[in-house]
């Protein structure tokens, strides 16, 4: 760790003006400013304030410098185009490390480093990264203000993309300042673009010492430190130590037309379907009888035991969505839509020739010609792809005009269910209910999924992702699992686990479910059982609806169509036990009793 003190870094940066603003009371967030600065020697330092006027500034000095491309304001009110080096377009896992003392303390799902060998790798990377570069200094709070889970981060960043991000993605500026006040306790985030090559790309966490070094990439999950790095793997790893759980999970609440209120939340691997759940525009119908969807997250949960009704709460961390782009459309999600109308930052979509922009799937019919995601020219017959498969807007949530009213509440929202879901082509059922908790941590610990363009590597390969959490734990997975099985006792009344497959396909390679918001008749379902009034049966996998519980009205599927995406074939089921076992190998003397229990009593049930 660095332990020089203002002075000395003030002194050898003498033409630097280092005095932070009266308004940054913590000694100890000045003091490591001054060392970073000292490390990076950037030319210029940025104070982000938060307010309306300095975004508009670094909107200008980004287009200025080529980062940004404004695109037309007639359409898109105050929105932008980022193209992102062609290297840099998805997280990269096998860059990612948790850097403690012992290995043992990361276990078997993660990349470890070794702590001094990390500080010392980076420290010879990030020396010097900055000199004739500015360095924005981004104050920020995850967690609805007021909130007893808020937590403040602040970021070094030489990435103008990144601070505007920031700026959507959380609650930056000078609120994070009054949040942290004379405290030492914020997140100690450095990130810098060094010259973007995979080669010298390092994205490590030291939970131990609540700080993230973030190295040569720009893009997402690995540069928007609050997210995933911040949100997910050491807020993993306080909730651990203090009780609490941070889940990638979506949370949504479901507005019945007798004014009953249902929150749920839900767990699918990257690009599987959060962000479209947690904006669903229900069925026609449904909407006429007064249903509503309201999204309270779509990507970051944190969720605790309330003490006075033993119940499960929730908040979103997050204050915007980084959302997929490729397959979002005026069907698909219209709400998605309205939000990235304005105030919107996109990333590696095409640009057409009016200064609109486009992706595979937001209209039927391509474009005659655009500039591709790469800045080349582009047309339908060219043979590669308008905009990148993990093209992304980020908008702030206040754009959402399906937001929860409670979006924003301190005190978070009950959640009555949580939904586990995979991107299965074959196998796996549409729904079916986790026979208790402990049942329900079995299933999600086992959670499969096939690979999409949101990390490096190949698409496509059905891999374990426990929870949905694989990439994000921010310690030992063995921990992690025994943590879920004891958040049980912690409660009085738990929510009911669900599984879902939005995805199962024909040989013909046609989804079997039409999905988007015809999956509000999955939800209705899992939101009656949690009331205790939908009908299941009990089967091997867990409670499953008869087809006729599911509502098909309005539908273009027969109750025989439901019951083939229902079947479960006890052949495959054993296939499905006999993969599982990687996963359990991986654990080997360290996997939970639990889970070896839940195991044998699903075989006892084939
Ligand atoms: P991350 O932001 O990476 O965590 O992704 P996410 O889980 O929020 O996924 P998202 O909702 O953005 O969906 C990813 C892709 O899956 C998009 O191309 C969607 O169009 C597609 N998708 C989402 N929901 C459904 C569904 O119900 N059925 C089908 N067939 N595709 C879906
Ligand atoms: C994911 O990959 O799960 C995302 C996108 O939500 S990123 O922020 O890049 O991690
Ligand atoms: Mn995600």
Redesign the pocket.
């Known amino acids: 760790m660095m332990q020089m003190d203002s002075s000395l870094a003030a002194s050898t940066q003498a033409s630097l003006d280092l005095s932070a603003p009266s308004k940054v009371q913590s000694i100890s967030v000045r003091n490591w400013i001054a060392q970073c600065v000292e490390l990076c020697k950037p030319d210029n330092l940025y104070w982000c304030d938060g307010s309306s006027q300095q975004r508009q500034e670094l909107y200008d000095r980004a287009v200025n410098e080529g980062v940004l491309i404004r695109l037309n304001q007639q359409k898109l009110p105050n929105c932008y185009l980022h193209r992102s080096n062609p290297n840099d377009v998805a997280r990269t896992e096998q860059l990612t490390f948790i850097c403690t003392p012992s290995e043992d303390m990361v276990g078997p799902t993660n990349n470890w480093m070794e702590t001094k060998a990390a500080y010392a790798r980076l420290r010879g990377l990030f020396d010097g990264c900055m000199s004739g570069r500015t360095m924005y200094v981004v104050p920020f709070v995850m967690g609805p203000i007021g909130c007893p889970l808020a937590k403040v981060g602040v970021q070094l960043t030489d990435s103008i993309y990144v601070a505007l991000s920031m700026n959507i993605m959380t609650r930056m500026g000078d609120v994070a300042w009054e949040a942290l006040g004379k405290s030492d306790e914020f997140t100690h985030c450095l990130h810098s673009l060094g010259d973007v090559n995979p080669e010298r790309r390092y994205i490590c966490h030291f939970p131990l010492d609540n700080t993230i070094w973030s190295f040569g990439s720009g893009y997402g999950g690995n540069a928007l430190l609050g997210k995933k790095s911040m949100a997910l793997r050491i807020a993993s790893f306080l909730g651990y130590q203090q009780g609490w759980m941070a889940e990638?999970m979506?949370l949504l609440g479901a507005l019945a037309p007798n004014g009953e209120k249902t929150y749920v939340s839900a767990a699918?691997?990257?690009?599987?379907?959060?962000?479209?759940?947690a904006m669903m525009t229900p069925p026609e119908k449904y909407v006429r009888e007064g249903w509503k969807i309201t999204t309270v997250g779509?990507?970051i949960v944190w969720m605790w035991v309330d003490h006075e009704s033993g119940r499960l709460r929730a908040v979103n961390p997050e204050a915007g969505y980084?959302?997929?782009l490729?397959?979002?459309n005026e069907q698909?999600?219209p709400t998605a839509m309205r939000i990235m109308a304005h105030d919107t930052i996109y990333t590696n979509v095409a640009l057409l020739p009016d200064g609109d922009v486009w992706w595979e799937?937001k209209t039927e019919a391509p474009p005659a010609n655009c500039i591709d995601w790469t800045g080349q020219p582009w047309t339908p017959d060219c043979g590669r792809k308008a905009a990148h498969p993990n093209s992304r807007f980020t908008a702030p949530t206040a754009n959402n005009p399906a937001l929860d009213p409670a979006a924003n509440d301190p005190a978070g929202v009950p959640v009555s269910a949580i939904v586990f879901g995979g991107r299965r082509t074959r196998i796996i059922p549409l729904v079916y209910q986790a026979f208790n908790w402990n049942h329900g941590v079995y299933v999600g610990a086992t959670l499969s999924s096939e690979t999409?363009a949101?990390a490096t590597g190949q698409v496509g390969v059905v891999r374990r992702d426990p929870m949905a959490m694989l990439p994000f734990i921010g310690y030992n997975i063995r921990d992690y699992l025994v943590h879920w099985f004891r958040m049980r006792k912690r409660m009085k009344d738990c929510p009911r686990i669900f599984h879902v497959n939005?995805?199962r396909r024909d040989d013909q390679g046609q989804?079997l479910?039409p999905?988007?918001g015809e999956?509000m008749r999955v939800l209705k379902w899992i939101i009656d059982r949690c009331h205790g009034r939908a009908y299941a049966v009990e089967t091997t996998l867990g409670w499953m609806p008869r087809a006729r519980d599911i509502d098909l009205e309005g539908l273009n599927i027969n109750v025989d169509q439901l019951e083939a995406i229902q079947t479960v074939e006890n052949n495959s089921v054993k296939l499905e036990l006999l993969s599982q076992e990687e996963l359990f190998l991986k654990l080997a003397g360290d996997l939970p009793k639990e889970m070896v229990f839940q195991r044998e009593l699903l075989i006892s049930r084939l």
């Open positions: 990638h979506l699918f691997p990257s690009a599987s379907g959060k962000t479209n759940f779509d990507d980084f959302g997929v490729p397959g979002t698909t999600n799937g999409t949101a939005w995805f989804f479910w999905g988007f999956n």
